[in-house]
């Protein structure tokens, strides 16, 4: 049968009443039944590229699939010794073209089609069925095209081995029962063809899948294969379409994306670069087009960021993270950070080795090293959760356990006590709260010794016992557990047993009196004694707190010292926890107690949940030393003339900041959540930007509320003044700017108009240094002009390549163009600022990262200086009035940290 029909394709006059005749007619019927498919599917493709750009991928895959069908038809009839009697090629055009349909010529002899035939047993057919397969593509186009016509015919595409690129702009549609003739060939000739049928799959441009031509019948609307097309809604391909949500791509795969594709038009002046497949275009200003090169690498400033303050404490979900060393430094932590705050002198000092944020904090007996373990980070090899051991004197990372063995975020640490801190007890935040004991000192990387589950319930502490060998108590929700850590490494468990009594909904801390019993406090305000060595109640002390027992902390004379979080109270008890009548409460901005420090003379710091932190005695008081942020901090300003600058965010707090005292000036409690902020020029009222549109006036030192508006129903976004401080502009969440004139002392504002034309919210302002012109970016990544006075948008951005911008805080622009990493998002790049100076410039990012580069940063590849502490997206950045200080806020780790240029 096969021989059979190669004799057909070969053209022998066999007789219809022939066995051979009778095979060929049935192939005939077959491959114009494919063929027919092949065109429909096609003819299907071109629509779809016509209406929906964002399914190019998937027109791809498809034609692909077609040539993979037609290679394997072709080699099945090539081993017979046949060949096809069609060819299937794309037409890749040059020049302006491009950018038109994929036209996919099917040609061959068409007869007209006999009676259908079954097909015989043993015939092999092609599979109807889509076969998915990875293949690759080498894009140099765009998926959309917004440019001048002079910057889409950048350069030739690469011919196909099958296909001579036709060398006019608008080549003649080809038809579609014309084609290249098949002609016979040697085998070794067909070999070279079919490789060439496989090396067809390749395109030079994405351009090629947009546009369509109306003479093609295979792209025309009215055309009846268009018709059956669109009616074929249950087809095999669009079974596999990819979703139109473009959001559900991968989009280092779809799309273009990032500064490596960037393309420099000498011509005109301008880059463009691509974002998530949308062009950007950034126009070089006259001195610089000339002698622009886009290949050339900036190099990073002489200058560097060293990190010189932290702001704030994590007290918020976190237990048992305050310890006194002997040197009088408290050790704490907040987001990737360890601090080490010596009260004082009023310093600080930073240990930066994690990756992402600390969860837990241990001290090693002898007083000198520290154990800290984080959470699970954004890098999949650098931010898994892991142990870090380091000294406390040289900050000296000694040992990194752990590393592969957690899954989650190590929520408790412990060293052991009866054997001078040779081993480590720590939990796993995973599901089943693991507990696994470590031998830390053998080797870099510790050694593991045991591992069990801890609990179904969450672990809240975990502490060697500091008298009984080998014993380990853990405590959390609804349960306390008394641990034997054995020799040969078993650990074996037994729970605590309340023994009638009223048992807690959890259990909140742990500490041992000085007679080695345990001590645990609980959620109802009890402290619970149970007998040492065994798993037994011994003494309840009931009501000592209004609500939780937080933390517990037993002095060097025996006293036991209690906090408590609802009613922020600090409680002193003697050995036999009988009331000694000394105790101190926080204040309600402090928030409750969290944690307890003891230090010599009775000293003590006190953590809380507000992210605080407060020293003292009980008989003297307790003052602030630390406060933080206890949501997302987003609003952050510089004074334009002092060392100071303002804070806000999600906790509906603005903060007044100074940065050579490291204190705040003044807070002041809003009625929502705070989102931007700005000074004006002359630093006498600072206007604030709520989640809620509306936008206040505060006195800059009295706090005294000047004005109070409202601006649509969404957050406002950015807020800047103009440079002489007449016009301020305000960029929403609702795709507007609103301008207003300032006057009477800044305590009358007018709007005189509002820019419309962004189609995402606004993300950055910038103000001309005339004070005549707004440049704004988008959450689309748009970078649009504006005319401040008739709030028109200036539609021609060439225009404005030569404009002195008095701020520079647009990431999207033709000076920060080297800010965007190769792959980052448009959305990961969320703060940008130039130095006063206008040789810096800062950035933040979505990875915890704070970047300083050399201004302008206007190449591709710009090298710069990055710095790590925070753990969370960086959201703002700002340098002060001199330079000499860099401010960043993080998101979900509450932090502010002060950065020294030096």
């Known amino acids: 049968m096969i021989q059979g029909a190669a004799m057909r394709i070969k053209g022998d006059d066999a007789g219809p009443s022939s066995p051979s005749a009778t095979s060929s007619v049935e192939f005939d019927e077959m491959m114009e039944a494919d063929n027919e498919s092949l065109r429909e599917r096609v003819a299907a493709l071109e629509q779809k590229a016509l209406t929906q750009t964002d399914e190019i991928v998937c027109l791809r895959s498809t034609l692909a699939d077609v040539l993979r069908r037609v290679n394997l038809l072709e080699g099945q009839l090539a081993s017979a010794g046949g060949s096809l009697p069609f060819r299937l090629q794309p037409q890749v055009q040059t020049g302006a073209a491009r950018n038109g349909p994929v036209r996919v010529s099917v040609s061959g002899p068409k007869e007209s089609p006999g009676p259908r035939l079954r097909p015989q047993p043993g015939m092999r057919l092609p599979s109807q069925l889509p076969q998915r397969r990875a293949v690759h593509y080498q894009s140099t186009g765009s998926l959309h095209s917004d440019s001048p016509s002079s910057a889409s015919g950048g350069g030739s595409p690469s011919p196909s081995p099958t296909h001579t690129p036709q060398q006019s702009a608008s080549p003649a549609p080809p038809s579609r029962s014309s084609g290249p003739t098949p002609t016979p060939q040697s085998p070794g000739h067909r070999a070279a063809a079919l490789s060439s049928l496989s090396l067809a799959k390749r395109w030079s441009s994405t351009g090629d899948f947009n546009g369509s031509s109306a003479c093609s019948p295979l792209t025309s609307p009215h055309s009846p294969m268009a018709a059956a097309s669109r009616l074929a809604t249950k087809s095999l391909f669009n079974l596999y379409m990819k979703p139109a949500n473009p959001q559900q791509y991968n989009h280092n795969n779809t799309y273009k994306h990032g500064v490596r594709d960037a393309i420099y038009n000498e011509e005109d002046g301008y880059v463009r670069m691509f974002l998530r497949g949308r062009p950007v275009i950034l126009h070089a200003p006259s001195d610089v087009a000339p002698s622009f090169e886009i290949t050339k690498v900036a190099t990073a400033p002489q200058q560097r960021l060293k990190l010189e303050w932290v702001y704030g404490y994590r007290g918020r979900d976190c237990r048992s993270n305050v310890f006194m060393l002997p040197t009088g430094e408290v050790v704490y932590f907040i987001a990737a950070a360890v601090v080490l705050l010596n009260i004082d002198e009023q310093s600080q000092r930073h240990y930066l080795g994690h990756t992402d944020d600390v969860k837990s904090l241990a001290i090693h007996p002898n007083k000198l090293l520290v154990a800290s373990g984080q959470t699970a980070g954004h890098d999949r090899k650098d931010g898994r959760p892991h142990v870090r051991i380091w000294n406390s004197v040289s900050l000296q990372t000694l040992h990194v356990i752990g590393i592969g063995d957690f ?28 507990i696994s004991v470590w031998d830390w000192q053998k080797g870099e990387r510790g050694h593991k010794i045991s591992e069990t589950k801890c609990s179904n319930d969450t672990v809240v502490a975990a502490e060697w016992h500091p008298v009984d060998r080998g014993v380990i108590v853990t405590c959390g929700k609804s349960h306390i557990a008394f641990w034997t850590h054995e020799l040969g490494g078993t650990l074996i468990k037994r729970n605590g047993i309340f023994e009638g009594r009223e048992k807690p909904k959890y259990v909140t801390c742990l500490a041992f009196s000085q007679n080695g019993e345990v001590l645990s406090g609980d959620s109802n305000g009890h402290i619970i004694v149970w007998v040492r060595g065994g798993n037994t109640v011994s003494k309840v002390v009931r009501g000592v707190h209004e609500g939780s027992v937080f933390c517990l902390a037993v002095t060097n004379e025996g006293q036991v010292i209690s906090g408590g979080g609802k009613d922020r109270r600090i409680v002193q008890l003697d050995h036999s926890l009988s009331s000694s009548g000394a105790s101190a409460q926080l204040s309600d901005e402090l928030g409750g107690v969290r944690a307890v420090a003891v230090g010599r003379g009775g000293r003590l710091v006190v953590g809380t949940t507000k992210n605080c932190l407060a020293a003292g005695s009980l008989a003297s008081g ?33 903060r007044l900041w100074d940065s050579q005292s490291r204190s705040v000036v003044w807070s002041s409690d809003l009625p929502e959540r705070l989102q931007s902020a700005a000074f004006s020029p002359d630093g006498t009222v600072l206007v604030l930007g709520l989640c809620s549109g509306r936008w206040l006036v505060l006195h800059a030192e009295t706090r005294e509320l000047l004005v109070q508006m409202v601006d649509g129903n969404e957050p406002i976004q950015v807020v800047k003044f103009s440079p002489n401080g007449k016009l301020c502009a305000l960029g929403s969440r609702d795709n507007n700017i609103y301008v207003y004139q300032a006057s009477d002392e800044y305590r009358k504002f007018e709007r005189i108009g509002r820019c419309v034309g962004h189609s995402s919210f606004i993300t950055h302002l910038d103000w001309s240094e005339d004070g005549c012109y707004l440049q704004s970016n988008s959450g689309d990544y748009e970078l649009l002009y504006w005319n401040a006075s008739t709030c028109r948008q200036v539609t021609h951005s060439s225009d404005m390549r030569d404009v002195s911008w008095a701020t520079l805080s647009c990431p999207l622009n033709f000076s920060t163009l080297g800010v965007w990493p190769e792959g980052a ?20 990012d979505d990875f915890g990262k704070v970047k300083l580069y050399a201004y302008p940063a206007c190449q591709p590849r710009s090298l710069c200086h990055t710095y790590g502490g925070h753990s969370s997206h960086v959201t703002a950045v700002r340098f002060l009035n001199e330079d000499s200080r860099l401010i960043s806020t993080g998101g979900n780790d509450n932090s502010i940290m002060q950065w020294m240029v030096c």
Do not use: Y
């Not at 307790?622 to 609003?635: L, Q, R, Y």
């Not at 448009?826 to 933040?844: F, I, M, W």
């Open 622 to 654: 307790m003052a602030a030393v630390a406060i933080g942020h206890t949501e997302e901090v987003w609003a952050l300003a510089a004074h334009p003339s002092l060392p100071q600058f303002v804070s806000g965010g999600h906790d509906c707090c603005v």
């Open 825 to 844: 998002d448009g959305t990961d790049v969320n703060s940008c600022e130039r130095s006063h100076s206008g040789k810096l410039l800062a950035t933040a």
């Open 407 to 434: 899954e989650r975020s190590i929520c408790c640490l412990s060293f052991s006590k009866t054997d001078g801190g040779a081993l480590l007890c720590a939990v796993d935040e995973a599901p089943d709260h693991n």
